[in-house]
């Protein structure tokens, strides 16, 4: 079966810095990669969307990268502000909505 | 314009009771898919609703079921509950068959099953 799998160990940084999450998947082809967001108490925002025929997006500070043969995305934060601290989902998914996985999240915490 | 809306958003029911959730969507838009979210499995995927019609199903056992009204909003529901349905249990909604298209999530129902 489909496995994603990111940092379950919460990632720490200073505000300034450049945080890198890291969202790797087993035994599946997706179509497309999302990011989301999610802050305690809250339903996931939506950040930004990667297709399999694009290696790199950019949305603001947000950069996302997708690499279908090691099987993984990378989602950067630049100049990380103490605001960006939240839990982030990578989800994955076919063109037709068939079979769409969430990750488990990788908790950010951006220290001043 | 109006985010996702979910109600209720806590709920404590005992176990083999029925539950409903409801969920209303952004104005405009026709699908809506349901997730469950617990610590352990993180957001699982229960199925997705467009145009009144279940168009995806996750793994779930049948005792998890939903529909959709004309006006797109749309319901869950779950039979004999167990204990390890207590979850956090979102719905997003998109223009129009999710998946690659931006979800709204709304703020979730929190279901406590004692």
């Known amino acids: 079966s489909q496995k994603i799998e990111q940092n379950s160990e919460a990632l720490n940084i200073q505000e300034g810095k450049t945080a890198t999450l890291t969202c790797n998947y087993t035994n599946y082809s997706p179509a497309y990669l999302q990011w989301y967001r999610q802050d305690p108490g809250r339903g996931p925002v939506f950040l930004l969307l990667?297709?399999?025929?694009?290696k790199e997006k950019r949305k603001e500070r947000l950069q996302v990268t997708f690499d279908t043969t090691l099987k993984q995305s990378l989602f950067h934060i630049t100049a990380s502000q103490p605001a960006d601290s939240a839990t982030y989902l990578c989800a994955l998914g076919a063109y037709n909505f068939n079979k769409f996985y969430f990750g488990s999240g990788t908790k950010l915490n951006v220290k001043p | 314009k109006a985010g996702v809306t979910q109600t209720p958003r806590y709920l404590i029911k005992t176990r083999g009771q029925q539950v409903t959730l409801s969920c209303s969507p952004i104005s405009g838009h026709r699908s809506v898919s349901w997730y469950q979210q617990t610590p352990g499995q993180g957001l699982q995927f229960l199925f997705e609703y467009f145009s009144e019609t279940q168009r995806n199903k996750g793994n779930f056992p049948g005792r998890f079921s939903g529909r959709q009204f004309s006006n797109s909003r749309s319901e869950m529901n779950v039979s004999t509950l167990e204990l390890g349905d207590s979850a956090l249990y979102l719905c997003?909604?998109?223009?129009?068959?999710?998946?690659?298209?931006?979800?709204?999530f709304g703020p979730g129902t929190r279901l406590t099953v004692l």
């Open positions: 997003a909604s998109s223009l129009v068959t999710s998946g690659e298209n931006e979800q709204f």
């Open positions: 990667i297709r399999e025929n694009e």
